[in-house]
T-cell receptor, first 113, second 111 residues
Framework: EAQVTQNPRYLITVTGKKLTVTCSQNMNHEYMSWYRQDPGLGLRQIYY???????DKGDVPEGYKVSRKEKRNFPLILESPSPNQTSLYFC????????????FGPGTRLTVT | TQLLEQSPQFLSIQEGENLTVYCNSSSVFSSLQWYRQEPGEGPVLLVTVVTGGEVKKLKRLTFQFGDARKDSSLHITAAQPGDTGLYLC???????????FGGGTRLMVKP
């Protein structure tokens, strides 16, 4: 079954404690991306990757890091989380440019206290 | 940054009614997508429109991309309770590597 998986699904942490949210896809997609979803602001793109070792900033990259060492994995790293990063995070993958057949993961709800 | 205005934000209708959701921008998009999102889940892609003026149908859902590729609409005929959910439009930039989402339309269809 084609899918994007994220872990953990829920996370409560404290300010400044480094964390990683993993994302993996089984469709051999070249394109992967991270979004955050906030009430009243909708979905906003954090980072994206066109292929292995190629990453670029989205609209809201501050406070986040990503890496793409393997085609299937695209972890999101918060080196020093702050309360304003409390949000619902989604990983997504697509065949390539143009977002054709883009699949989203189930989401990770992060709370930073 | 490109912006997409989606309207209405909320829509509550009776089963069997028709409805239209609009997605407008001053920017041109290379393609536009519509997603549906259920609570606790990620968005699910419904359709991608690429050509200005393009119309696509998916059962009772009709999607249209504006001639100038700046706006789009989603029309649902004879809505059913199963159509309840959050509908999102999203436009791709010219390079096809960044996606801008509208704020979403929360639809509730009452039996």
């Amino acid at each position: 079954e084609a899918q994007v998986t994220q872990n953990p699904r829920y996370l409560i942490t404290v300010t400044g404690k480094k964390l990683t949210v993993t994302c993996s896809q089984n469709m051999n997609h070249e394109y992967m991306s991270w979004y955050r979803q906030d009430p009243g602001l909708g979905l906003r793109q954090i980072y994206y990757s066109m292929n292995v070792e190629v990453t670029d900033k989205g609209d809201v990259p501050e406070g986040y890091k990503v890496s793409r060492k393997e085609k299937r994995n695209f972890p999101l790293i918060l080196e020093s989380p702050s309360p304003n990063q409390t949000s619902l995070y989604f990983c997504a993958s697509a065949v390539g440019q143009g977002f054709y057949e883009q699949y989203f993961g189930p989401g990770t709800r992060l709370t930073v206290t | 940054t490109q912006l997409l205005e989606q309207s209405p934000q909320f829509l509550s209708i009776q089963e069997g009614e028709n409805l239209t959701v609009y997605c407008n921008s001053s920017s041109v998009f290379s393609s536009l997508q519509w997603y549906r999102q259920e609570p606790g889940e990620g968005p699910v892609l419904l359709v991608t429109v690429v050509t200005g003026g393009e119309v696509k149908k998916l059962k009772r859902l009709t999607f249209q991309f504006g001639d100038a590729r700046k706006d789009s609409s989603l029309h649902i005929t004879a809505a059913q309770p199963g159509d309840t959910g959050l509908y999102l439009c999203a436009g791709a930039n010219n390079a096809g590597n960044m996606l801008t989402f509208g704020g979403g339309t929360r639809l509730m269809v009452k039996p």
